[in-house]
């Protein structure tokens, strides 16, 4: 949140009460922006949010549920903006790091602003259901959530407050090589707030007017010679004057693109950048989930299509381990089970890459699987009932069912270089590349059962209580079998052992009172499975340890303690 500019010099007024006008200031703007977006302490899911909205939300949901959040930056973009993180779970019972953690993040395209929707309605979901709904409270209880909805702030507000498109990232690139770094975005002409089409009359021109609709344009048959024919581009200029339309538009580099495994310069990657991470927000990301190892899973939010993408990604299959990839199918099954929506492999080697992605260097750096969604498939309104939804139904549901304010009809207009033209089409932002407001929340709501349920498949560490037995001269028997009762095993993956980037199981005892006669205080578990099958016969879900302690004085005690970098923390207290 931007506060007002203090108007009282601080020389004239002593310290302390500097503090407090600006804390006055402050709380007077988040209030008066909290009344605005949340009305009866309810947010309006049918709505796309800013990124000062979107962080005046988070500060509304981590004042009312101060003990399942935190709320923090872990950088700034291109801009200087935070980049705002909430944790969600429960503090009570222990610390987040000590719990297995699931990132959700969205819009890091700056137009694919469902992403942040979905990662916000998330959070929603979360905090406003535990205690009441048990799989949720389960989570919380036993998992921690870092969730993100503004990847990149600067370029989501762009595309969102002045419809521009942009691939990613303000950080301007000269994309079009002419020597300058294109910073024009493209242009609202006729100033209706939209930046839409343009069908500018060309006799050579491949498009033409529907006859079922005259605002529906067509491809030009190959015969055809008579009739109106145009040339269709988005509304805008030649910034530069070198002949090319809308080439200039800021956001060439695209961070999705700007990850450092499998990354490639510009000219097999397009929007790779001059180098990986070259910028804050991607740096942010690879630090934040470096920095969190407890992290089990990922879930990138993106549009549109109506499907997930799923490892590999720019790598050929056959160099991933068949047993992760056949994990990665059995995750990926759930999805299609709770949405009724396909998973894609993100790379087809050879015929298509994607190089340098966050989940691809999630999986090879670091173990971790990670998702893509593709949110929104597009309207479906088959009224004619023939399988499919064509440009007329199109229409039709939107003059229907949405008050028409996804098409701007067709109005002239004095272009300065083309003369009369013709500006309007579909606001493809809200229609095609994301839902309409009215149908967002549906869109998020068909989203959640396969989010919690992916965040429930981490490991879990659970240790059994100890049994201590007497052996004579005060010395002690004690054992604790160490469990992993969640799906995924404690490695994740197998890549997870191969780049030995997952630490094992680690039984620790500490005593006071008494000391250590048999065994290790620091004992190397392995990795312990979960009850999905992995490929190793050697590796169990299961460990015992046990330790000879000798009694001191009357006051002994021991602490076992049980940690897994993906599986959480767990420990017991015994009192001899």
Known sequence: MRLPRLLISREKICPVLTVMVLILIFCTAGCQSGNHLIQDDRVDWNRYYSNDETNVIMQHYAQKYPHLTRLYSIGKSYKGVDLMVMEVTSFGNRPAEEKPGFYVDGNIHSGELTGSAVTLYLMGYLLDRYGEDPEVTLLLDTRVFYLRPKFNPDGADLALLKDVSLRSTVHPVDSDNDGQADEDPA???????????????????????????????????????????????????????????????????????????????????????????????????????????????????????????????????????????????????????????????????????????????????????????????????????????????RLRFNDEELGGKYFVDWEMYEHPEFGRIEIGGWRQKFISQNPPAELLEEE???????????????PLLEMSEPKVTPLGDNRFSVEVTISNTGYLPTNLTERGIEAEVVNEVIATIELEGCELVDGRPRIDLGHLTGSYPVKSEDRSSIASVVWIVQKNNADAQIRITASSEKGGTVSSVIIL
Not at 446 to 457: C, D, E, K, S, T
Request: include cysteine.
């Open 187 to 393: 242009e609202d002409l006729n100033g209706d707030g939209f930046i839409t089409r343009m069908r500018i009359p060309d006799p050579e021109g491949n498009m033409t007017i529907s006859r079922d609709d005259p605002r529906i344009m067509i491809r030009r048959g190959r015969d055809v010679t008579e009739g109106s024919f145009y040339r269709v581009v988005s509304e805008g200029l030649d910034n530069d004057r070198d002949g090319r339309l809308n080439e200039d538009d800021i956001g060439g580099l695209d961070m999705n693109r700007n990850f450092p495994r499998n990354w490639e310069p510009e000219y097999l990657q397009p929007g790779a950048g001059d180098f990986p991470l070259s910028e804050p927000e991607t740096y942010a990301t690879v630090r934040f989930i470096n920095e969190h190892p407890n992290i089990t899973g990922i879930v990138h939010n993106h549009t549109s299509g109506g499907f997930v993408f799923r490892l590999p990604s720019a790598t050929d299959p056959a160099r991933f381990d068949p047993a992760d990839i056949a994990l990665i199918v059995t995750l990926g099954e759930k999805y299609t089970e709770t949405t009724g929506r396909a998973v894609r492999p993100s790379s087809t080697h050879p015929t298509r890459h994607r190089y340098g992605t966050l989940i691809s260097w999630a999986y090879w750096d670091r173990g971790i699987i990670g998702w893509v969604p593709e949110y929104w498939p597009g309207i479906s309104a088959d009224y004619n009932n023939d399988g499919r939804t064509d440009e007329l139904e």
């Open 444 to 458: 998020c709501a068909l989203q959640m059962p396969w989010i919690l349920w992916l965040a429930g498949q981490s």
